[in-house]
């Protein structure tokens, strides 16, 4: 008879004859004697030629880039001085690119105090269409480096009011009014001159619209200027806000978040 005897590092079968068919003999064979198992070698894998490597790297960088652009943020060059001292935009310095991002407009409207880029309406950019999308993109991208003009058809500005108030200039100490209140506005640059601003006709903004203007307030072709063929028409759709401009991004040494200061609260 026989039986089988197992532990954590061997197994042996033993064996003892029958009685009577001379001494007891045992034979014993273990697991542990079988020669290690023989596996077929697998042929390696040809390594991707590093042209390839780089052409899947470049594909995902660029499919990354454009998602990022289209749901979540964008980097856009700030190209005039009509946000000056708020946003650097001058003749012969380095131009501010900010940060705008597009997430919190999914779940409210723009309000009073918000620095926005937008699409400009046709009024604003007389006619011109803004390039499709991946002229636009390459335009982008080129901007950042300083290697292309931005697009001309979106620009940046601050919410002033919303649709409803009434919008007018000016109160005398020189402050807009919006519905019959003078708005605080700290952030206002009027180059070291008097506290003038340029006057404009009291409008009511239309809804679903945007009354925004340039923190360099002389010197800034915003609502009041485009309010064609009447005043209310130099507000811009709210369908057109790209983003909420959140942090200058570059140059370095101006780092930083941008204010939303609200006027018509004080910042409150």
Request: aromatic share 8%.
């Amino acid at each position: 008879m026989s039986h089988r005897v197992n532990d954590d590092s061997s197994s042996t079968w033993e064996t003892t004859p029958p009685a009577g068919d001379g001494p007891a003999r045992s034979s014993s064979y273990s697991y542990d004697d079988d020669p290690a198992p023989r596996f077929s070698k697998k042929k390696a894998k040809k390594k991707q030629p590093f042209w390839k490597e780089l052409l899947v790297i470049f594909s995902v960088a660029l499919l990354l880039t454009v998602v990022i652009q289209t749901f979540i943020a964008r980097v856009f060059v700030i190209p005039s001085a009509s946000m000056e001292t708020t946003l650097h935009g001058c003749t012969g310095c380095v131009n501010d690119k900010v940060l705008v991002e597009k997430i919190t407009y999914l779940f409210r409207d723009p309000q009073p105090g918000d620095v926005i880029v937008f699409r400009g309406p046709p009024n604003w950019t007389g006619g011109k269409q803004p390039p499709n999308f991946v002229t636009g993109t390459l335009q982008d991208l080129g901007s950042m480096v300083n290697l292309s003009e931005p697009s001309g058809t979106d620009f940046i500005k601050r919410v002033i009011a919303v649709g409803g108030q009434t919008v007018e200039c000016c109160d005398d100490q020189g402050r807009v009014l919006v519905d019959g209140k003078p708005l605080d506005e700290p952030y206002l640059n009027f180059g070291g001159g008097p506290r003038q601003q340029d006057s404009f006709e009291k409008v009511t903004v239309p809804a679903g619209k945007l009354w925004v203007m340039g923190d360099n307030r002389n010197n800034s072709s915003d609502s009041r200027k485009h309010g064609d063929p009447t005043p209310a028409d130099g507000a811009i759709p709210i369908d057109n806000v790209v983003g909420k401009a959140r942090v200058i991004v570059i140059p370095v040494g101006r780092w930083g978040t941008i204010s939303d200061y609200n006027p018509q609260t004080g910042g409150k």
